[in-house]
């Protein structure tokens, strides 16, 4: 019995699993970093138009969706079909941290950009601190007027 093998099948399986298919598309790749106060989230959508492009966000979570229709007539004849279309989803749970209620999105050369702005009470602050003389006299006087530890009471 003859066994035919293919040394590339292990390595298609696993391109499809990153990269998905036309039946099971991929997620949208991210890039998220902090710059000074707020967050930016940048998701390549490449020849997505913007109109089919939802963003919402419902208790701290921010979901993505977007479609990409394909560029081909129907009644053609595909030879090669390997840009991912159809409907395309991601999720992002947002820290307390930050104010979804402020976020601002644009889209650019296949690249929809958020800025997620953290929140006023999250932001670190100097807190003042108020010291005032009758305050610090009254407690070195109530402290002078302790009796000392091993005192004689009598």
């Known amino acids: 019995m003859l066994m035919r093998t293919d040394p590339f099948r292990d390595f298609d399986r696993l391109a499809q699993q ?10 949208m790749p991210i890039d998220a ?7 930016v989230v940048q998701f390549d959508l490449p020849g997505v138009d913007t109109q089919s492009i939802d963003l919402t966000v419902e208790k701290n979570v921010l979901t993505v ?3 990409r229709r394909r560029s081909a007539p129907d ?3 595909m030879l090669a079909s390997e840009r991912p279309h159809g409907t395309f989803s991601r999720q992002l749970f947002l ?4 104010d979804p209620d402020r976020i601002e999105a644009g889209y650019a050369d296949g690249v929809l950009t958020l800025h997620v702005p953290i929140a006023e009470q999250a932001k670190p602050r100097r807190v003042p601190i108020n010291a005032t003389e009758g305050r610090q006299t009254a407690i070195e006087t109530h ?12």
């Open 18 to 27: 990153v990269f998905g298919t036309t039946a099971r598309p991929a997620p």
């Open 33 to 39: 970093y902090r710059q000074g106060d707020e967050f």
């Open 65 to 67: 969706h977007a479609e």
């Open 75 to 77: 009644d053609v004849e």
């Open 95 to 98: 820290g307390e941290s930050l």
């Open 143 to 154: 402290a002078e007027e302790r009796p000392s530890v091993g005192a004689d009471r009598g």
